[in-house]
């Protein structure tokens, strides 16, 4: 009867997908929309196993818009998907984004702050010609005014779109500054955000409509909360914070959660203070002062709160504080609160939630304890339950060193998960996480088996300063040539290490891609092995069944690993730049450098190159062999580089993915949006901050 029940539900979850229910409200022929924003990366879904997890995820629009992002995807060549060329070859002239919009002089929102992005249709992309376009919204984190927008957005955003690409769609001043994350209703006529004045914040719901530039806005005037429904757009409505004795309080580090079924929108502030809204999108916007709410997560030394996440399953609401706890609070405002799990910067990012498997994710900067190098304490990803008990601090992955505070190391950004992860049944998979929190930013792979940690792997340092990161973005694309491609995005807020990064900040991206068993490998595709090595296929094949496992990887570089029919070479660890070929220099076994034609070249006989009269080597095009002959050294050719990157001045916010669009509709229609938190020369808009939309086929 199992069996059949869950069958039962496997296929009442394709009538779902199919369009039943899309985005919380009975989908229409018409209105098959997708937000993006900060919350779908906080609240992630491994497969339901059981016909309990099967019901708590059915009803819940989040699921079936994480089931379109992993499955209604873009046709990409691997190739595709990256940041920039190496300027240092003949490609240099390919380095730019797709497009790059100034926000206005010093514009930034913060670093753990994400734009949004809404998509009318999954399996077509819309420009400016038509009657719905899609579009990305950012906030500036500027005060607005007259001549200062606080939040824009941007539509024809498409390399395919015909016309100026892309357009400015809509500007408003909204009389605040926006320091946190926007989020979009679930029919994308509406906008949801907090914004600060004078140390006061009011949650702000907006209806837009085209018209105003950055420099030259659309003011809008607050409208009565009861009028807003009917109110013509654009409009804006407001409702200031309040504690429970009604004192208004401030808010510039926790973004809006929305609950598309019950429109709700939950959001933290200052002095620990939680709140809920009712009647946000489709009501009467209400601010919540019954049933336990506002409720103070922390009465005694309260400290601010980061980003709420919702848990439909549980209708529990999780939540980190400044002071380092993780809470849990109930539909009716009861707090459970955990043991302090941060000693330094504070817990800065929301948790990750994975609704399906009841686990919750925590990042902290400093774990308090002498037990990583120097005797100084660690960064640590912290995994709970989400029933877990009062004063408990669940179990501990460790990624880098901290240090004690004073002075606070740098904030621990939230990670990310692959699509093993995803697609397991039982919370199975890797977890993507920038930690080294007191040195140089560093990625490290968290693996995660049956909702356990195992040993933690260390990827390649981001920067050569002890500097902020950003949160890490995980994009997998499932229908790229060949099979799924995968690749991370993080960012350094300076000394990028990245080819394209020069001395400032810098985001880049890494392969990711797991291995897959029986899958038809071709010549030039990439996994990353378990030990953060990029291995190339060389030879095409199917490779080895599920139930002969993966091979087993060699850990030589330029090493060969059989896998069935399948032969790989080992391109190395990951690494965020490859240097260029050297005349008479020394070259070590193992050693790597990128050739004139953009290849990965690796040492397997040590020796010493070409004296510069001799000149460049004739580089081997084939990957894995022959060898180069280079004087005494010896190269062996590894395949394209499995990473890239893009210069961003003071690094950048965090990434959105927007991967749903169907095969062959648009050029361009598969992308990754963020913004810089420096000033830079932005495309052909001016030097400000930048809304970025990058990892086109125009970028290669």
């Known amino acids: 009867m199992r069996g059949r029940s869950l069958g039962y539900i496997a296929g009442t979850f394709v009538l779902v997908a199919l369009g039943w229910i899309l985005t919380g409200e009975a989908a229409r022929p018409d209105q098959q929309g997708v937000p993006t924003d900060w919350s779908h990366r906080h609240v992630v879904f491994s497969q339901p196993s059981t016909d309990a997890q099967a019901a708590a995820v059915m009803y819940n629009p989040r699921y079936w818009q994480q089931f379109?992002?992993?499955?209604?995807?873009?046709?990409?060549?691997?190739?595709?998907?990256?940041?920039?060329?190496?300027?240092?070859?003949?490609?240099?002239?390919?380095?730019?984004?797709?497009?790059?919009?100034?926000?206005?002089?010093?514009?930034?929102?913060?670093?753990?702050?994400?734009?949004?992005?809404?998509?009318?249709?999954?399996?077509?992309?819309?420009?400016a010609s038509g009657a719905t376009p899609d579009y990305a919204a950012f906030s500036t984190g500027l005060l607005g005014s007259s001549s200062q927008a606080s939040i824009v957005a941007f539509d024809n955003l498409y390399s395919g779109c015909t016309g100026i690409v892309p357009t400015l769609y809509w500007a408003f001043n909204t009389g605040g500054r926006i320091l946190t994350s926007p989020v979009l209703s679930p029919g994308g006529t509406q906008v949801a955000f907090v914004q600060t004045t004078g140390g006061i914040a009011s949650l702000v719901l907006l209806k837009w409509a085209t018209g105003g530039t950055v420099s030259a806005p659309v003011t809008l005037v607050s409208v009565a909360n009861s009028a807003y429904r009917s109110c013509a757009a654009p409009c804006m409505t407001t409702i200031v914070l309040r504690t429970a004795s009604?004192?208004?309080?401030?808010?510039?580090?926790?973004?809006?959660?929305?609950?598309?079924?019950?429109?709700?929108?939950?959001?933290?502030?200052?002095?620990?203070?939680?709140?809920?809204?009712?009647?946000?999108?489709?009501?009467?916007?209400?601010?919540?002062?019954?049933?336990?709410?506002?409720?103070?997560?922390?009465?005694?030394?309260?400290?601010?709160?980061?980003?709420?996440?919702?848990?439909?399953?549980?209708?529990?609401?999780?939540?980190?504080?400044?002071?380092?706890?993780?809470?849990?609070?109930?539909?009716?405002?009861?707090?459970?609160?955990s043991g302090q799990v941060d000693f330094g910067a504070g817990v800065v990012d929301g948790p990750i939630v994975d609704a399906t498997a009841g686990k919750a994710y925590v990042f902290a900067s400093s774990d308090g304890t002498t037990n990583c190098a120097g005797a100084r304490p660690c960064a640590a990803v912290y995994m709970f339950g989400t029933s877990f008990a009062a004063g408990t601090t669940g179990t501990r992955a460790v990624v880098g060193v901290s240090q004690a505070a004073p002075p606070n190391p740098n904030p621990l950004r939230s990670g990310g998960f692959d699509s093993t992860y995803l697609a397991s049944a039982n919370a199975t998979g890797n977890l993507y996480v920038c930690g080294n929190t007191a040195g140089p930013p560093t990625l490290y792979q968290i693996p995660i088996n049956a909702g356990a940690f195992g040993t933690v792997v260390t990827g390649p340092a981001l920067s050569s300063a002890?500097?902020?990161?950003?949160?890490?973005?995980?994009?997998?694309?499932?229908?790229?040539?060949?099979?799924?491609?995968?690749?991370?995005?993080?960012?350094?807020?300076?000394?990028?290490?990245?080819?394209?990064?020069?001395?400032?900040?810098?985001?880049?991206?890494?392969?990711?891609?797991?291995?897959?068993?029986?899958?038809?490998?071709?010549?030039?595709?990439?996994?990353?092995?378990?030990?953060?090595?990029?291995q190339t296929c060389r030879t095409a094949g199917t490779s080895r069944t599920v139930a002969q496992g993966a091979p087993a990887w060699n850990v030589t570089v330029g090493g060969s690993t059989p896998d069935a029919g399948v032969r790989w070479v080992n391109q190395g660890p990951h690494a965020a730049a490859h240097g260029a070929w050297q005349a008479s220099h020394a070259y070590a076994l193992g050693n790597s450098i990128i050739d004139s034609n953009g290849n990965i070249q690796v040492v397997t006989t040590a020796g010493t190159s070409r004296t510069v009269a001799q000149g460049h080597p004739a580089w081997q095009t084939t990957i894995y062999a022959p060898t180069t002959a280079d004087n005494t050294v010896r190269w062996?050719?590894?395949?394209?580089?499995?990473?890239?990157?893009?210069?961003?001045?003071?690094?950048?916010?965090?990434?959105?993915?927007?991967?749903?669009?169907?095969?062959?509709?648009?050029?361009?229609?598969?992308?990754?949006?963020?913004?810089?938190?420096?000033?830079?020369?932005?495309?052909?808009?001016?030097?400000?901050?930048?809304?970025?939309?990058?990892?086109?086929s125009a970028l290669q």
Request: hydrophobic residues 35%; contains cysteine; aromatic residues 10%.
């Open 68 to 127: 379109n992002r992993e499955h209604f995807v873009r046709t990409l060549n691997t190739g595709e998907v990256g940041l920039s060329n190496l300027g240092m070859f003949a490609n240099a002239a390919a380095q730019h984004t797709d497009w790059s919009q100034n926000l206005g002089n010093g514009a930034n929102a913060g670093a753990g702050v994400y734009p949004a992005k809404y998509s009318f249709q999954i399996t077509s992309a819309t420009c």
């Open 246 to 337: 009604n004192v208004a309080v401030d808010d510039t580090t926790s973004s809006v959660f929305p609950d598309y079924t019950n429109d709700t929108i939950w959001v933290g502030g200052t002095l620990g203070w939680l709140h809920t809204f009712t009647g946000v999108f489709r009501g009467t916007p209400t601010r919540v002062t019954t049933g336990g709410f506002p409720v103070q997560v922390k009465p005694a030394n309260p400290t601010a709160l980061t980003s709420p996440v919702h848990d439909f399953a549980s209708n529990n609401v999780y939540v980190g504080d400044a002071g380092g706890f993780f809470y849990r609070v109930s539909s009716t405002g009861v707090v459970t609160a």
């Open 466 to 534: 002890t500097t902020g990161c950003s949160p890490v973005t995980d994009i997998s694309n499932p229908n790229a040539a060949g099979g799924r491609t995968e690749w991370i995005f993080a960012s350094a807020q300076a000394g990028g290490s990245g080819n394209s990064c020069g001395p400032g900040g810098c985001i880049m991206n890494f392969v990711d891609t797991p291995w897959q068993p029986s899958h038809a490998y071709t010549v030039g595709q990439q996994v990353l092995d378990t030990r953060f090595n990029v």
């Open 636 to 696: 062996r050719n590894a395949g394209l580089p499995a990473t890239a990157s893009l210069a961003a001045a003071g690094g950048t916010g965090g990434v959105i993915i927007d991967n749903i669009v169907g095969s062959g509709t648009m050029a361009g229609a598969s992308q990754v949006y963020f913004s810089t938190q420096g000033n830079q020369v932005c495309g052909s808009s001016g030097t400000g901050g930048c809304a970025v939309q990058a990892s086109q």
